[in-house]
């Protein structure tokens, strides 16, 4: 077999400093746990500025598919955009996103288990808590919105970074963690998770 079978899919995820400060950590990653996904790292730092825009950067089209996003955001609820220009608008949320992310301890992890990235971003929600749905953790947990952030040039605060595609994630637990903190184990539920036959279960 060439292609790895999908339960090894990781994906990276970032509890931000507000996550951290609202006792959120725990509920955050039981969301995560009770899907079926197992911790393959994890550790709490405070990241310094250059390694947020490193870790944003990492996809050259962040800045141009973020500035998008955020102008359709604005344009879908019948409001003016701050600017018309996709990277203007970007070097401002990059800025913003230097200080929110910086401002405080954050833990940083890894999740593994079949479409990881996917399903971690199923449960983390939309990235504007204001249209993220009801059952997602930034829906559940956050009410904040462009609206809110943008005059206050802040990054809107919704407590969680999760990777936007596995290639994304590889580099962004490259750029994080190194090889020997990523930790390769079975857990007993993988059996019931993964196993073809399910045999073995009775005595
Ligand atoms: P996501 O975190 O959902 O993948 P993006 O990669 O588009 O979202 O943006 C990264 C982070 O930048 C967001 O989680 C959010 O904290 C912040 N952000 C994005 N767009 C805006 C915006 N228009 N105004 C304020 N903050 C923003
Ligand atoms: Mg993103």
Redesign the pocket.
């Known amino acids: 077999m060439t292609e790895k079978h999908p339960k090894f899919e990781r994906t990276f995820v970032i509890i931000?400093p507000d996550g951290v400060q609202r006792s959120l950590v725990g509920e955050i990653i039981k969301r995560f746990e009770q899907v079926g996904l197992k911790l393959a790292a994890m550790k709490m730092l405070v990241p310094t500025p250059e390694q947020i825009e490193k870790h944003?950067t990492l996809d050259p089209e962040?800045r141009r598919?973020?500035g998008e996003?955020?102008i359709k955001?604005?344009l879908s609820k019948g409001l003016k955009p701050?600017s018309e220009d996709p990277l203007e608008?970007?070097a401002?949320?990059?800025a913003?996103?230097k200080k929110?992310l910086a401002s405080g301890p954050v833990v940083a992890m890894v999740l593994q288990g079949a479409h990881a990235v996917q399903i971690v971003?199923k449960l983390?929600g939309?990235?504007?808590p204001l249209t993220s749905d009801v059952g997602s953790i930034?829906g559940d947990f956050v009410l904040d919105s462009?609206q809110m952030?943008?005059p206050d040039n802040?990054?809107?605060?919704?407590l969680?970074?999760?990777?936007?595609s596995p290639k994304e994630a590889n580099d962004e637990i490259s750029h994080w963690f190194s090889k020997v903190d990523l930790v390769d184990y079975k857990l007993v539920q993988d059996h019931i998770l993964y196993d073809v036959n399910l045999d073995g279960l009775l005595e």
């Open positions: 931000k944003y962040w598919v973020t996003k955020t955001g604005y701050p608008i970007t401002k949320i990059l913003n996103l929110y971003r983390v939309g990235t504007e930034r462009y952030s943008d802040r990054a809107v605060r919704n969680i970074h999760a990777s936007g």
